[in-house]
């Protein structure tokens, strides 16, 4: 009996092991930079959400990152929490917060600046991130349309 109840108990605990105790093998790094008409961006929101394959099999959750004062960010997944983002392809939305203006008062805030081009939040963007991961998922924006 009691060898019975080890063996299982092993079963179980290599059962564990194999799954890698949580982790996601389909979880890559990736970061990169995000310039705005060849100028670092600093402060931008990154989102990205796998887009499903033609199985129709749940990719994933999405990942998000934020640009440093370089313009780079690194990605993590929203759930379950760690760094990186699932390999395939995402769509991607970037936005930037509103540069604001304290008045003296600091009871009125003015957005100034040119308004944030629509097109980076609309999940057209792709970044396909390679089995491999990557540290080259760089964006280059620009404010005019071209």
């Not at 009691?2 to 605990?13: A, E, G, I, M, W």
């Not at 389909?26 to 600093?42: A, I, R, Y």
């Not at 998000?64 to 760094?83: H, N, Q, S």
Request: proline residues 10%; contains cysteine; negative net charge.
């Amino acid at each position: 009996m009691l060898y019975k109840l080890q063996s299982s108990t092993v079963v179980l605990l290599l059962m564990f092991v194999s799954l890698g105790c949580g982790s996601q093998p389909n979880v890559v790094s990736v970061s990169g930079v995000v310039l705005l008409d060849g100028q670092p961006l600093v402060g931008a929101s990154i989102n990205t959400q796998p887009i499903a394959t033609s199985d129709g099999a749940n990719p994933g959750s999405g990942s998000f990152g934020k640009t440093d004062a370089e313009g780079r960010y690194t990605l993590e997944v929203v759930d379950p929490p760690m760094p990186g983002a699932f390999i395939g392809e995402h769509r991607v939305t970037i936005t930037q917060s509103d540069e604001v203006e304290y008045r003296p008062t600091d009871e009125m805030v003015v957005p100034t600046g040119p308004p944030w081009p629509n097109r980076y939040g609309d999940g057209s963007l792709r970044l396909t991130v390679p089995p491999e991961g990557t540290t080259t998922a760089d964006f280059e924006l620009t404010l005019e349309e071209k």
